[in-house]
Each structure stands twice: as structure tokens, then as C-alpha cells.
């Protein structure tokens, strides 16, 4: 009873930002990602008899606090599904993701974890079915279990049976690059769930973005299927920027950015105007992505690196859904 899944991150072009129900992670609104072939979670499950509780290592290092009791109670989750609650697992996870600083790391390592624990536990899912499992690991990471462009829709049901994510753009539609932008590699002072239920609570901004969503949606999907680069990365910058003015307006106010956060964005803008056609997104952590296509990667690779307080430059192509090693 052992199997092992790699799963690759994903960068939300229309922003997951809030949820309805805390438990099993639905959220207040649907939301569109791209997979990224740059970043990715590689997950070995086993289920032994002779354990008494889970054990989880990430990068070979012992798990325990936080991170521990989310994998242990997702287990519980898979274990229910399988119809045996007595049997524990030996989970390690190798990440090629910074963990906590805004790249989705939760994303590639619950989808990853729901792929390979399912099918160590022989239970034989669909992508949507997987999808729906995983939601509740992790929000984001229910777009994980595809490649290429996903939509994950939000559902109206109180128990989450319709809030799943759906491939919208197969990976080789289109030959989109994202050069993520590293600042900082260390942990959030705010989580993305802390983040989420205060500006949920108290922004009084949040109800004007969430407005915003179904045109943004509509638009986005109409501009990756007839590969209008303009058009799709206008609308990401935007919405992007319309997350984060939420947290401005939280009580207490809070916010990712840092300095050098700020500077890349100007970057970006600057590399617009001289004629190099470039967006930003930004999830909740100070690192930026910045979406260009391939002809113009040596020249953003070059001017991302060369901006003061940037310690690396990631480029990814689009990548690939679930697969099973």
C-alpha cells in the first residue's frame, strides 16, 4: 500500500481569496490558475500496519506543530474515503517550492498527497472527484490536479459536492511563460488562511471584489482561449491588485509587499512602456510572477535580475497535472 504522485503549483491569474466554510474550504468565489512546470511536490505515501499514528517528513526533515496536523487530519479524510480508519501512513514529501512565501507550496503539496495517499489506500478517483478531495487540504490545491489553465468553481451546495476545479485550457494551448520573482524565502508573518478570514470579517472593501469576479472570469476565459496575451494579462495585474487592496482595508491592516515587491511592479510597468510586453500577479507573499512569452525571456530574465534585493529568478513554462512516478 505505497504509491508516490508529483504535483506542480499553480498561479492563480483570477485570485481564491476568502472562504464561505472554514472546514471544508469552500470558497466566497471561483477563481483561475495556471499550472507551472518550474515548481512541484513529489509525495510518497505508504501505509504501514505497524505504525500507531502518521509519521510526515518534508525534505527528509521530521514534521510536527501546524504543518503536521493538517497532513494527519487530510489522512483522516482519505482514510474515511477508503472505509479504513485504522491504518496509518509514512508520508515524505520532497519540495521544490518555498515553503509559506507566497508560491503555493500548500497548493503542489496537498494535491500531491491526495494523489498518491488515494491511490496507496486503493481508492480509484476521478480528476473531479480528486479535485474535490483535495479542496479540502487546500483550497488552491484543487487546481493542481490539472494542467494547463483551471478553473476552480466556487458551487452553491452547502457540502462542497460542486465546488471543484475544471481544466479550461489543456497545457499545450498555449506557450505562456511565468518568471517568478524571488525576494524573500521566509515564512509569512500572516498565513494566507489568518489573512483570508480577517479581510473575510472585516474589510470593507472585500464585497466590491467579490463583485468584480464573475466579469474578470468570463473575460480571462475569453482571452486564453483566442491566446490574447494583452487582454489575459491586463485582467490577472488587475485583479491581483484588487486582492491585495482588501488587505489594506482589514482591521488590523496588513499587507505582503515589501520594498523590493514594489520595485518589480514599477520593473514591469517601465518594461510595458519601452515596448516588452509583461504583467505581475502576486499572491499573498512579497514574491512577484511576472507573465511574459517566450521570445522575450532572455531580455525580463536579465532586467528581473538585475533590480536590487532580488535573490533569484525562476522561470517556468506551463505545466502538466497529476502524474504518478
Request: hydrophobic share 40%; proline share 3%; glycine share 8%.
Amino acid at each position: 500500500m505505497k504509491a508516490t504522485a508529483r504535483a506542480h503549483t499553480n498561479i492563480a491569474l483570477i485570485k481564491y481569496w476568502g472562504k464561505r466554510n472554514e472546514q471544508i474550504i469552500l470558497p466566497t468565489n471561483s477563481s483561475l490558475s495556471l499550472t507551472l512546470d518550474g515548481f512541484y511536490t513529489t509525495t510518497t505515501v505508504e501505509f504501514k500496519e505497524e505504525l500507531a499514528k502518521d509519521t510526515f517528513y518534508l525534505n527528509d526533515e521530521p514534521v510536527k506543530g501546524e504543518q503536521y496536523s493538517r497532513v494527519a487530519k487530510f489522512l483522516n479524510l482519505i482514510r474515511r474515503t477508503a472505509g479504513n480508519e485504522q491504518l496509518y501512513a509514512e508520508v515524505r514529501s520532497i519540495n521544490e517550492v518555498p515553503t509559506a512565501a507566497g508560491f503555493a507550496s500548500s497548493a503542489s503539496g496537498f494535491a500531491a498527497l491526495a494523489a498518491a495517499g488515494t491511490k496507496a489506500a486503493g481508492v480509484d478517483m476521478s480528476n473531479q472527484e480528486l479535485s474535490k478531495l483535495t479542496r479540502q487540504g487546500s483550497g488552491s490545491a484543487c487546481r493542481s490536479i490539472f494542467g494547463g489553465f483551471a478553473e476552480w468553481r466556487m458551487g452553491n451546495r452547502a457540502d462542497g459536492s460542486d465546488s471543484h476545479a475544471v481544466q479550461v485550457a489543456p497545457q499545450d494551448h498555449w506557450d505562456i511563460r511565468v518568471a517568478a520573482v524571488v525576494l524573500n524565502e521566509t515564512m509569512k508573518e500572516v498565513s494566507s488562511r489568518e489573512g483570508m478570514k480577517r479581510t473575510v470579517d472585516t474589510s470593507p472593501f472585500y464585497s466590491g471584489w467579490i463583485d468584480s469576479i464573475p466579469n474578470d472570469l468570463k473575460e480571462i476565459k475569453a482571452g486564453i482561449s483566442v491566446r490574447d496575451f494583452e487582454k489575459v494579462g491586463q485582467i490577472a495585474e488587475a485583479n491581483c491588485l484588487k486582492m491585495h487592496a482588501t488587505t489594506l482595508g482589514a482591521n488590523p491592516p496588513f499587507t505582503y509587499w515589501l520594498d523590493t515587491t514594489m520595485t518589480v511592479m514599477q520593473t514591469v510597468r517601465e518594461m510595458r512602456k519601452s515596448g516588452i510586453p509583461a504583467y505581475f500577479t502576486i499572491d499573498a507573499g512579497p514574491n512577484v510572477k511576472v507573465l511574459y512569452l517566450p521570445q522575450y525571456e532572455e531580455k525580463i530574465q536579465q532586467i528581473l535580475s538585475d533590480i536590487e534585493g532580488v535573490t533569484d529568478v525562476r522561470l517556468s513554462k506551463v505545466g502538466q497535472g497529476i502524474t504518478y512516478l
